[in-house]
């Protein structure tokens, strides 16, 4: 089953597609950016703000957002536990 995780500005992700998130500082995380935007696989879901984070997917994608790592990890977490509590006990 899907779990579409905000992203900001109403922008969503599959949480079961993400690899990573991490932070943009970095000069490799900023070559990679680079590379995936040359190769048209970089997504920018910041609508024109400061990336804060760089969300990596298992297709190789990029996804690019105005959220800070840390929230978007909460997110994903807090989804997660709501999602393993509603399965039923054996």
Do not use: W, Y
Request: charged content about 20%; proline content about 4%.
């Amino acid at each position: 089953m899907s779990r579409l995780i905000n992203i900001g500005f109403g922008n969503v992700v599959n949480s079961n597609k993400i690899v990573g998130i991490i932070k943009p500082e970095a000069a490799p995380i900023k070559r990679m950016v680079q590379n995936a935007k040359d190769a048209g696989t970089a997504i920018d879901a910041t609508c024109g703000r400061k990336t804060k984070a760089v969300i990596v997917t298992d297709n190789g994608h990029l996804v690019l957002s105005a959220l800070l790592p840390e929230t978007i990890a909460n997110r994903v977490n807090a989804k997660e536990s709501m999602d393993t509590a509603s399965l039923p006990e054996e």
